[in-house]
């Protein structure tokens, strides 16, 4: 596994709990390390297997908690917590993300106040006149937001 790729899942990881209102700082140390495994100049994988959690524990952002999950997932190609998270959240929350008019922040609420969990639950939603419940999405945003969702979907 690259180092891309496993920094990937840690940031799917991160915006996952970021959109479920998780703790700030957990998201953020989840995010540091998708940084730190995006940009290390060394295969991170080689690390792991020659120097173990210890020698991951150098890179920075990466502690002991997130140097288990790296190896788990080097070694499983998955790891406890993102099965935990995937079991409460399902990955397809993550696809509000690309409508255009949708940031963490609306993703948030349009998950966490009216359980929008994909886009055919936004398609709906919008269709049904839900996004004038929405605080903070004005008449151009609602406008983008459908737009995106009828071209996302082929509805």
């Known amino acids: 596994m690259t180092n891309g790729e496993m920094a990937r ?8 709990m970021e959109i479920r209102g998780d703790d700030r700082f957990r998201v953020r140390s989840y995010r540091n390390a998708a ?4 940009t ?8 792991a297997r020659e120097e173990g959690q210890k020698g991951l524990q150098t890179l920075p952002g990466v502690g002991k908690a997130i140097s288990g999950k790296i190896v788990e997932l080097l070694e499983r190609g998955t790891f406890d917590a993102w099965e935990r998270l995937l079991g409460e959240t399902p990955e397809t929350v993550l696809d ?19 359980k929008i969990s994909s886009l055919e639950d936004l398609r709906q939603f919008v269709e049904g006149g ?10 151009k945003t609602a406008e983008r937001i459908r737009r995106s969702v009828r071209a996302l979907t082929g509805r």
């Open 9 to 16: 899942r840690f940031e799917r990881l991160a915006l996952l």
């Open 40 to 47: 290390w100049p060394s295969p991170v994988e080689r690390i």
């Open 130 to 139: 839900g996004l004038d419940l929405v605080d903070g999405v004005g008449e």
């Open 96 to 114: 509000l993300l690309r409508v255009e008019g949708v940031g963490l922040k609306t993703a948030s609420v349009l998950y966490q106040q009216f």
């Open 35 to 38: 940084e730190t495994l995006e």
